[in-house]
C-alpha cells in the first residue's frame, strides 16, 4: 500500500480509493498499480502518516509539485486535503488537485472552492468529461444527479478564487473534444486531452 510516490518529477499522494462516481474509464477497474507502485489502500492513511511518507518522498530531491490523485477521489477527505494543502503550502511546496470536481456535492454547504483557497492551493485540475450531463452520467455514473452541473460550477468557483484551472477529457468514443475546450475556454481555464489508459497513472485519473 503506497501513499506518497515519485513520478515525472512530481510527489504524488494516494489518500482514498473512495469515490461517488463509477467511471468506466477509471484506472482503478484495469490495475491497482501505478508507476510501480499498489495504491489499493487496506484502510485511509491518517494525517501523521501522510505527512512522514511525504517527508520522506521529499528527501528524493526537488518536486516540481505535489498533486493529491491516487487511485480514489481526493476530496472525499476534504479536511485532510486541506491540512495537506496548508502543510505543502508552509513549505512552499507547490500542490495541485486531481478531482472530478463533485466535492461541493459530497460536502453540501461547505465553501469547497474558498477554502481550498484559503489553505493554499495552486492549481487545480478538473474531469470535466463529456460536453453535456447525458454523456458524463453515461461515462461516468455519479451517484449524484446534478453531477456535470456540480463539475462546471466548481471550475467557475476555483477561477473565481484566483487558482490555475485545468479542465480534462478522456479521448474516448461519444466525447465531443472540441465542444469541451469550447466550455473550457469560454470559463477562462485551461484544457487537456488525456489519452484513454495511457497506463501511466496520471492520465486516466483527474
Ligand atoms: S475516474 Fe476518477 S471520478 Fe471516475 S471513478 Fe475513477 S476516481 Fe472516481
Known sequence: MTIAYRGKGNIYLNITNRCPSDCSFCLGKFTDEVFGH?????QEPGLEDIFR???LACLDGPAAEVVLAGL?????RLDEVLSIVEWLRLRRLRSRLDTNGLAALVHP?????????????????ISLVAHNPEVYNQL?????????????????????ESMEVELTVVD??????????????????????????????EEERE
Not at 480514489?72 to 472525499?76: L, V
Open 38 to 42: 499498489d495504491l489499493r489502500l487496506q
Open 72 to 76: 480514489g477521489e481526493p476530496t472525499m
Open 53 to 55: 511518507e511525504l517527508e
Open 172 to 201: 474516448q468514443p461519444g466525447v465531443d473534444i472540441g465542444a469541451c475546450e469550447s466550455i473550457a475556454v469560454r470559463m477562462g481555464a485551461e484544457f487537456r486531452v488525456r489519452p484513454l489508459l495511457a497506463g501511466d497513472g
Open 109 to 125: 454547504g461547505r465553501q469547497v472552492a474558498a477554502e481550498l483557497a484559503t489553505a493554499g492551493l495552486d492549481a487545480v485540475s
Open 140 to 160: 461516468c455514473r455519479p451517484i449524484f444527479s446534478k453531477a456535470y452541473r456540480a463539475v462546471i460550477a466548481f471550475a467557475k468557483a476555483c477561477l473565481a
